[in-house]
Each structure stands twice: as structure tokens, then as C-alpha cells.
């Protein structure tokens, strides 16, 4: 998987002591209780109001996929919870919230939903009247295009 363009998504919150023991569980090689972490954190974060504790269980999710058998739930959960996460953050008018969450449906190799995602941050940078906001748009836009060439070089090698 290749590094964030904005940096690593850290909040903390009511969800950061579960997901704290998720990475633990993973440490010991207990998916059960991995997974039962990982649930509890992202009911914290879905009862939290905002969208930064989505991105960052949706980001623990991703880990889970290291036990045998759970990649693909792993990054089913994962894109549910981004997708939440985008919802969120657009209803708030967040466009940071909506770059991250477009960052990561670009990780994961969504680039319909990607481009659903910055059509949104477009809009959001217009109506705030920012041209450097636009900018930052434009930037995110460039960057995730020269990330999915490079992708599709690596790809066809």
C-alpha cells in the first residue's frame, strides 16, 4: 500500500482504546478478539458526531486483514466505513474530511469513487470562494493521478 498523500490520520477519541487493544490482539495473533475490538471502536466512532474517528477505524480495519481469511471482510468494513466517513464530512461541509476520504478510496483502488469524492471537494472549495482551497483540489487531483499511473506501470511490469 502506498503512503498518504495528506500524512497519517490520527484522532484521538472513545475509539482509541479499542482500537489501541485491536493492535494488540493482532500482536498476540487473536482475531477474535481483534475483530471484537475493532467492532467496539467503530461503534465509538459511528456514535461520534464527526468524521476523523471513521477514517481512523476504517484505517484499523485495514489491519485485520493480516489474519488468514479476513483481507477481503477487512477491506469490505474498511470501504463501508470511508464511505460513512465521506458522508459525514460532506454533510458537515469538511473538505479536508472529503480529500481524506477520497486519499483513501484512492489506496484502496477506487478511482470511480475517487473522482465522485473530489467532484464534491471541488464543489465544497467553490462555494467557500477560496482559490487556494480550488488549488489544493486541483493538487490532490494531480497527485492521485500521477500515483495511479505509476500503479498501472507497476501493474503491467
Known amino acids: 500500500m502506498m503512503r498518504p498523500l495528506f500524512g497519517k490520520i490520527e484522532t484521538l477519541g472513545p475509539w482509541t482504546a479499542h482500537i489501541q487493544a485491536m493492535d494488540q490482539a493482532l500482536t498476540v495473533n487473536d482475531p477474535g478478539e481483534a475483530v471484537r475490538e475493532w467492532r467496539q471502536a467503530y461503534s465509538a466512532a459511528l456514535s461520534h458526531p464527526g468524521w476523523l474517528g471513521l477514517l481512523t477505524v476504517a484505517d484499523a480495519s485495514l489491519r485485520l486483514g493480516a489474519f488468514p481469511g479476513l483481507a ?13 466517513a465521506f458522508f459525514r ?17 484512492g489506496l484502496l ?4 469513487t475517487v473522482e465522485q469524492c473530489i467532484r464534491v471537494a471541488e464543489g465544497l472549495a467553490v ?3 477560496d482559490a487556494a482551497e480550488v488549488d489544493r483540489v486541483r493538487l490532490l487531483v494531480s497527485q492521485l493521478a500521477d500515483r495511479s499511473l505509476a ?3 507497476t501493474e503491467a511490469v
Open 72 to 84: 477481503r471482510a477487512a477491506t469490505a468494513r474498511a470501504r463501508e466505513t470511508y464511505w460513512i
Open 89 to 105: 464530512a460532506r454533510q458537515q461541509r469538511s473538505l479536508n474530511g472529503v480529500l481524506h476520504a477520497a486519499e483513501a478510496f
Open 109 to 112: 483502488g477506487d478511482r470511480s
Open 127 to 129: 462555494r467557500a470562494n
Open 151 to 153: 500503479e498501472e506501470r
